[in-house]
């Protein structure tokens, strides 16, 4: 075949799809949210036993969904449901997906799964929906009308304001402070983010400064490397939030082996076990989390009542999570966990996880 | 018995013995219908930048860029569909942007006489580059389902995802061009031997520079499919499929240093390593046993063939 030839096909079937009419963002028309449920949720309906449920965290041998993930299994336990986990090696956007689609093709009743990107998971879960799989949200949304309910650890506001609070105390109230974040992309670190600039803007905390917001990825290296590059891009630099459990661990690793320590404060969302010997050593002063265990289990109990028809995740409608109480469904399917704990050198020894 | 020690014979063997246990192991699910769309749309991307870069490798080149001219497609179509362009006009500018980047490597590497592995290595971080400039850390979401369910559902009355089906057109015509042309017999030619195909009056830096402009191009397409498979434009996208694309060229028996290797034994390589992860996952399979395995498979597609051939030299 001739080469020009071979180049003409290419170039006219790049043509070819040009032939059609006009789709622009314009025109198209926007995806709104919130479930739609067709079934009618039964209150007393019971708990079914030996149900099937996928647990799919961000990323596996990430401690803090490890310890989500004991509390799902100790669920399972209690609920007699098989609670199976699994996921990606990695954090990235589609990594998720086929985990997704092989929960449908296994024909679970439900799927626990913390998105990793709120779109590109959705297409996937809708279709997991539509096979008759139950979808539970927990720690990181996908878009609301690819999931039955989401649960969520505690509301952004709580978590972000409680976050400005800490680096404001650890700092004295001014000075210069950065966010070390996770991915760019991960939908609750930027709902915190966003609250935590309306925060900054509030009166009280007028001596403190947002220099710069950097992403380490949930990854340890990039983001001790980018705890590295804050500190060298702002000598002046007093304070650093890092809300995520990856993220905080590195940055106290950096910090307690450099000049900075003690002069440059840290705080974020980690764990006791993490961040034991920081707090010890003076790095940290503190920092906060809620319980992932907590959070595992009570979207087990979720998955749970959804698969049994004890909800269908419209706003109202109530379910017991064992030992964890009673449970309301807010608005958009949500479901609360409750306040953060804050941790410090004379509570953190209470704590293993 | 020669044939019988080809190595694309092997790898329809091993594609049988994973089509069956899988079968076996897990109550019929895997070759169900369901399973195999699945699968498909997984592989869909890999598949399809196989083709080109199956013509290159045999060529005796290699491009490690093209899942970085995948992320830069991605974030092209997110950026231009959020400045209020029409999706029938962004895909062909893409897909010509594409080659344009191909176009890059093939020039570096044909006019300046570079290295193609230094090359594209480079380009494998300026286009990753680049497309975090286009589209910084953003992801663009809102495509019309018009689009995006190209991704989600199959054929009409069929389980064959949209993806594969184009990656079926595709390689008719990549196989025409490599195993019923001229042209693919020059490919060979280069790859065997560069400077013999020269003094027998094949143009060989033209024929490099297109095989590098469609590699390009055909990854722009992956670009597209990847978009709108998971309705997501980030700059991101295909992180390190490099990797897994050259892996399923290798297996598919493909020689890395030229000149020998056949599209078929590349799509059935492509198959086998899609096949394995999907049944490993199916079976609940841990992700450390699985990134093992892979390990062990790209060291086999590397050995084997050399194996066969040994073998295949032995009988003679």
Redesign the interface.
């Known amino acids: 075949?001739?080469?020009r030839l071979?180049?003409a096909?290419?170039v006219s079937g790049?043509?070819a799809?040009?032939?059609?009419?006009?789709?622009?963002?314009?025109s198209?028309?926007?995806?709104t949210g919130g479930a739609t449920n067709a079934a009618k949720a039964d209150p007393n309906a019971p708990l079914k036993e030996g149900l099937k449920i996928t647990f799919l965290p961000k990323q596996?041998?990430n401690p803090y969904f490890t310890v989500a993930q004991k509390g799902a299994e100790q669920a399972g336990t209690t609920l007699k449901a098989e609670v199976?986990a699994?996921?990606?090696?990695d954090a990235?956007?589609?990594s998720q997906?086929?985990?997704i689609?092989?929960a449908?093709?296994?024909k679970q009743n439900a799927l626990v799964i913390s998105a990793n990107?709120?779109?590109?998971v959705?297409?996937?879960l809708?279709?997991a929906r539509s096979?008759g799989v139950k979808v539970v949200t927990f720690d990181s949304d996908a878009a609301p009308d690819a999931r039955d309910v989401f649960i969520n650890q505690a509301r952004s506001n709580d978590i972000a304001a409680g976050q400005v609070k800490l680096i404001s105390d650890a700092i004295g109230g001014s000075g210069e402070i950065a966010i070390l974040s996770a991915t760019?992309?991960a939908t609750n670190q930027n709902a915190w983010i966003e609250v935590m600039k309306t925060e900054l803007a509030k009166p009280e905390y007028a001596g403190l400064k947002l220099v710069e917001t950097a992403?380490g990825n949930d990854d340890d290296q990039t983001s001790f490397q980018k705890t590295q590059g804050l500190l060298q891009a702002h000598p002046n630099l007093k304070g650093i939030i890092s809300p995520t459990t990856v993220g905080v661990a590195a940055a106290a690793r950096y910090l307690s082996s450099s000049e900075y320590k003690g002069k440059v404060q840290l705080t974020g969302l980690g764990t006791p076990n993490q961040m034991r010997k920081f707090v010890q050593d003076g790095t940290v002063k503190s920092f906060a989390l809620w319980d992932p265990s907590k959070l595992g289990y009570l979207a087990t109990y979720a998955a749970a009542a959804l698969a049994s028809g004890q909800i269908t995740g419209a706003e109202g409608e109530k379910f017991k999570a064992g030992d964890l109480g009673e449970y309301t469904i807010g608005a958009k399917g949500e479901v609360v966990l409750g306040p953060p704990t804050v941790f410090t050198k004379d509570n953190i020894d209470q704590f293993d996880f | 018995m020669r044939s019988l020690l080809r190595w694309e014979t092997a790898l329809v063997f091993l594609l049988i013995v994973v089509a069956l246990t899988g079968q076996i192991s897990t109550d019929g699910?895997f070759l169900?219908g369901?399973?195999l769309f699945?699968l498909g749309?997984?592989i869909g991307e890999i598949a399809l930048i196989a083709l080109p870069l199956t013509l290159v490798i045999v060529a005796g080149e290699i491009d490690l860029s093209v899942a970085s001219v995948l992320g830069l497609s991605s974030a092209l179509v997110g950026w231009l569909?959020?400045a209020?362009?029409?999706?029938?006009?962004i895909?062909?500018v893409v897909?010509?942007a594409g080659?344009v980047c191909g176009a890059v490597n093939g020039l570096l590497v044909t006019r300046l006489g570079l290295p193609s592995l230094a090359v594209t290595i480079g380009t494998l971080a300026l286009y990753r580059g680049l497309a975090l400039v286009v589209l910084?850390?953003?992801?663009v979401?809102?495509?019309?389902?018009?689009?995006?369910s190209f991704?989600?559902t199959p054929l009409p009355g069929t389980d064959i995802p949209y993806p594969i089906a184009l990656a079926a057109v595709l390689a008719v015509?990549f196989g025409?061009?490599l195993h019923?042309?001229?042209?693919?017999r020059s490919v060979y030619a280069i790859g065997a031997n560069e400077e013999g195909a020269r003094f027998s009056g094949i143009?060989v830096k033209?024929?490099k520079l297109?095989l590098f402009?469609?590699a390009g191009?055909v990854a722009a397409v992956a670009g597209i499919v990847?978009t709108f498979?998971?309705?997501?434009a980030?700059a991101?996208?295909g992180?390190g499929l490099e990797l897994a694309v050259v892996a399923a060229v290798l297996l598919g028996g493909v020689s890395i240093f030229g000149g020998r290797g056949s599209l078929f034994g590349v799509l059935a390589g492509v198959l086998l390593l899609g096949g394995l992860?999907?049944l490993l996952?199916?079976r609940?399979t841990?992700?450390?046993v699985?990134?093992i395995v892979t390990g062990l498979l790209l060291l086999v597609s590397v050995l084997a063939p050399s194996i066969t051939r040994t073998l295949r030299k032995a009988t003679t």
């Open positions: 075949m001739n080469p071979v180049l096909l290419v790049a043509v799809l040009t032939a059609c009419g006009g789709t622009t963002k314009d198209s028309s926007q995806q596996v041998n199976k699994t996921g990606p090696s990235a956007a589609s997906v086929t985990y689609n092989t449908a093709q296994q990107d709120a779109n590109a959705a297409p996937a809708k279709s096979q760019p992309n992403y | 699910a169900d369901g399973n699945y749309l997984d569909w959020n209020g362009w029409p999706l029938e006009t895909l062909p897909i010509v080659a910084g850390d953003t992801a979401a809102d495509f019309p389902a018009s689009y995006t991704g989600t015509l025409i061009a019923a042309s001229s042209f693919g143009r033209r024929i297109i402009v469609l191009a990847y498979r998971f309705s997501s980030r991101d996208n992180v992860r999907n996952i199916l609940d841990s992700t450390e699985l990134t």
